[in-house]
C-alpha cells in the first residue's frame, strides 16, 4: 500500500513523503536514519523556511501507526524549532525601549515586603494594557496570570518584586524616590523580564500546547512570601517552575545553570540568657549572663568546625550581642543572635538542634536560664533551593538555541538563602542566574549595596528567555504524552 502526505497536511510545507509498507524487518534502522536526517536538518536550518522539497521517493518499510507517530514528530520538531530561531530575540529587542521604561518606573518606587500594593497596581495595569487576564491577590499583593490554552500542562515562570530597606547612593535620573528603600537586588528587573515574556507569551498563545502561568511574587527578602503565594493557590495544576536572578559576576546575558543544590537553607536565631543583676563590686551575689553568654558564643564556633563534615557546606555566625548598659552593675540578661545556613534542609535542622542544645547547656552551667528563639515571625527559615536536573537540562539546551553556547556558563553554590525552594518543595523547578555585568555603565557592584546599578541590556534576553523556557517546554511536555 503506497501513502502520499503532501502539502495540506504539513501545515503548508513543502513536503511530500511517499511511504511503502510491504516490511517491518528493518524498522528500526530505517526509523533511526530518518529521526537522525529530520533533526540534522532542523539543527542546520535558520529562520522558518528550513524545509526543503523531498525530490526522491523515500521507500521504507513502517506500519501506518508507527509512521504517524514519526510524521507527528518531525512537524513537532519543526514547530519548536522557532523557538531557537533569532525571530523571538529579536521581537524582544523591539520592546527593549518599553521594558526600559516599565524597569526605570519600578526603580523609582521601590516597596518593601508585603508593602508592594502600587508595584502589583503597576503590574496589573500592564497586563490590563496587554489583555492578559489574572487573578489577584495572592500573598497580599502578589498576581498571577495564566497564558495558553487554560488547561494542562501548566508551567510557570516567577519574579520576586520587593525592595530592600537600603539608600540608594547611584546618582542617576531614575534613582529611588522613596528614601531609605532601594531595588538593590534586581527585583525590578525580574519584573520587568517577566512583563517582557508576557507579552510575548500573549502574541504566541495559540500555539502554546498547554498554559504559561506568570507569579509575581511579594515578599522574598526575609518574608517566604512564595509559601503565601502557595497557601493561596499559586502553584495549583503546575508541574515544573522556573526563575532567573540577575547576577553581576557574568557579562550582561550570560546564562549560569547548575543542577543540585546551589542555594542555602537559611535560619536566623535569637538567645536570651537570664541570670541576675547585680553589683559588679559583690559578684558572688549575682548570677552574671555575660559569662554564661561568652561561653555559648564561643562554643557555638566548634560545632561547624568540630561536628561538621568539612565536605558539607554550612555557616554558624553570631552577629549581635546585647546586654547591660553600666560600668558597676551586671545585668540582668544578655540577648545574642545570628544566621545558620546549610547547603540540605536536613543540615539546617540539626544545626538548630545543636545551637539550641548548646546554649541551653552552657547558661545551665553558669547557673542561668535561656531561651531560644528559631521561629522569627519576621525572618521564617527557608528551605535550601535543589534545581531539578531534567529541568537543568531543558535550560541548557533552549539557551545553547536561543542565545548562542557561548552565553552559557557554569552556575555557583552560594549560601544565600532564597524563597524560590518553598516551590520546588512541591514541584520540580530550577532557579538560575543571568548576568549582567558591564564596567562601561558600571554595573559591576553585588547586590544589597547602595551602588547597585543594572545594565539594562539584559532586559529583552531575559523576556526571550523565558518565553522560550515556558514555550519549548509546553511542546516538549506534550510530545511525552503523545507518544506515551
Not at 529530520?38 to 542546520?44: A, D
Not at 521517493?57 to 507527528?72: A, E, G, N, V
Not at 545570628?338 to 546554649?359: A, C, F, H, K, P
Amino acid at each position: 500500500m503506497m501513502y502520499s502526505l503532501s502539502e495540506p497536511l504539513c501545515y503548508k510545507q513543502n513536503i511530500t513523503l511517499h511511504i511503502n509498507f510491504k516490511s517491518t524487518s528493518r524498522i528500526k534502522l530505517y526509523y533511526i536514519i530518518l529521526i537522525k536526517s529530520l533533526i540534522n536538518r532542523v539543527k542546520s536550518s535558520s529562520g522558518t523556511n528550513w524545509i526543503r522539497p523531498v525530490s526522491k521517493m523515500l521507500l521504507i518499510p513502517l506500519p501506518l501507526p508507527f509512521f504517524l507517530f514519526l510524521f507527528s514528530s518531525f512537524l513537532s520538531l519543526s514547530s519548536s524549532n522557532s523557538l531557537y530561531s533569532p525571530d523571538l530575540l529579536r521581537h524582544a529587542k523591539d520592546d527593549k525601549e518599553w521594558l526600559v521604561s516599565l524597569r526605570r518606573t519600578l526603580h523609582e518606587y521601590p516597596e518593601l515586603r508585603f508593602q508592594e500594593h502600587k508595584t502589583s497596581a503597576f503590574i496589573r495595569s500592564q497586563l490590563d494594557m496587554l489583555n492578559i487576564s489574572y487573578s489577584f491577590p495572592y500573598g497580599g499583593t502578589g498576581v498571577v496570570a495564566d497564558i495558553g490554552s487554560g488547561q494542562p500542562p501548566f508551567v510557570a515562570l516567577r519574579a520576586d518584586m520587593d525592595a530592600l530597606p537600603l539608600q540608594e547612593l547611584v546618582e542617576w535620573e531614575h534613582k529611588s524616590k522613596v528614601d531609605g528603600v532601594m531595588h538593590a537586588c534586581g527585583h525590578d528587573v525580574h519584573v520587568t523580564m517577566l512583563l517582557g515574556a508576557a507579552k510575548l507569551l500573549n502574541q504566541r498563545k495559540h500555539q502554546l500546547k498547554g498554559t504559561a502561568r506568570l507569579l509575581f511574587q511579594p515578599a522574598e527578602e526575609g518574608g517566604a512570601g512564595a509559601s503565601y503565594m502557595i497557601k493561596d493557590g499559586a502553584l495549583e495544576n503546575v508541574e515544573a517552575i522556573f526563575a532567573m536572578h540577575i547576577d553581576y559576576t557574568e557579562p550582561t546575558g550570560t546564562v549560569m545553570p547548575m543542577p543540585g543544590p546551589t542555594q542555602a537553607a537559611v535560619n536566623f536565631f535569637e538567645a536570651r540568657i537570664e541570670g541576675k543583676g547585680g553589683d559588679a563590686s559583690a559578684p558572688h551575689l549575682s548570677i552574671d549572663p555575660i559569662i554564661a553568654a561568652s561561653s555559648a558564643i564561643l562554643s557555638l564556633q566548634q560545632i561547624v568546625s568540630r561536628e561538621i563534615d568539612p565536605l558539607y557546606s554550612q555557616v554558624l555566625s553570631t552577629t549581635f550581642v546585647k546586654g547591660g548598659a553600666s560600668n558597676d552593675v551586671s545585668p540582668q540578661f544578655v540577648e545574642f543572635g545570628g544566621t545558620l545556613r546549610s547547603l540540605t534542609t536536613d543540615g539546617l535542622e540539626r544545626l538548630q538542634r545543636r545551637v539550641t542544645e548548646v546554649i541551653q547547656g552552657q547558661a545551665a552551667i553558669h547557673r542561668c536560664n535561656a531561651t531560644v528563639n528559631m521561629n522569627n515571625d519576621g525572618f521564617p527559615m527557608y528551605p535550601a533551593v535543589i534545581n531539578d536536573v531534567k529541568l537543568h537540562h531543558h535550560v541548557e539546551k533552549i539557551v545553547k538555541s536561543l542565545l548562542g553556547p557561548d552565553k552559557l556558563a557554569k552556575g555557583k553554590k552560594i549560601m544565600a538563602g532564597e524563597d524560590f525552594a518553598f516551590y520546588q518543595q512541591l514541584v520540580p523547578g530550577i532557579m538560575f542566574g543571568i548576568g549582567i555585568r558591564n564596567e562601561e555603565v558600571g554595573s559591576v557592584h553585588p547586590v544589597h549595596s547602595s551602588y547597585f546599578f543594572v545594565d539594562e541590556d539584559v532586559l529583552p534576553i531575559g523576556a526571550a528567555l523565558h518565553t522560550a523556557i515556558a514555550e519549548s517546554y509546553l511542546v516538549e511536555r506534550g510530545n511525552v504524552s503523545n507518544s506515551s
